[in-house]
């Protein structure tokens, strides 16, 4: 995933805390070419996430969810290519590159306020907590705690569809985006 190194630096490894630091994971609602929503919170437009780059699809077609959580997790079962403070890419089971951002702008607090529970290289399943996220030290620095949820590889399919409608609440591991081959 060259891009993700590109847009946002050299990728970073965080070592895996211990197993009893690490949240319950959740259920989820899985299916082939199917991403689950990886937090609580209120689904909406990619369109209206406050940064261009994530707007416009730049960095592939998906959904964004306000959360009302604080723990991120793994939208489908896959391997963690990319672990960052604030942000993991996963290449799903299905082949499905997978880019799970939070907030606008976090890059700038360099993992403060983030939690790894994964590591680069490890294999994950639908619902596994990835990391969690601190919001109170977002917003105290100024930032979006938006969640992004993209298909990197968007070009290598068909279509990219939100499944469900915007603006509803939607639990972590509900089905939210469908791959079209």
């Known amino acids: 995933m060259g891009l993700f190194d590109k847009l946002m630096g050299k990728a ?20 082939q070419d199917v991403l689950c929503a990886p937090v609580s919170g209120r689904l909406v437009a990619l369109e ?11 960095l592939g077609k998906g959904c964004a969810i306000w959360p009302d ?14 672990a960052m403070g604030h942000a993991m890419g996963l290449k799903t089971d299905d082949g499905i590159e997978v880019l799970v951002h939070v907030g606008v702008d976090t890059v700038g607090l360099q993992g403060e306020g983030f939690t790894a529970h994964v590591s680069q290289g490890d294999h994950v399943v639908a619902g596994q907590p990835l990391f969690s996220f601190d919001r109170k ?13 993209l298909v990197s590889n968007t070009a290598e399919f068909s279509d990219v569809i939100v499944t469900v409608d915007l603006e509803p609440s939607v639990a972590a591991g509900d089905a939210v ?3 079209v081959r």
């Open 12 to 31: 970073k490894t965080s070592g895996a805390p211990q197993a009893s630091s690490a949240p319950e994971p959740v259920s989820t609602q899985t299916a």
């Open 48 to 58: 209206t996430v406050p940064d261009p780059v994530f707007a416009q699809g730049m």
């Open 69 to 82: 959580g604080h723990v991120v997790y793994a939208p489908a079962a896959g391997e963690v290519t990319v």
């Open 177 to 179: 985006v469908k791959v």
């Open 137 to 149: 030290v977002i917003a105290d620095a100024g930032y979006e705690d938006c969640v992004m949820l």
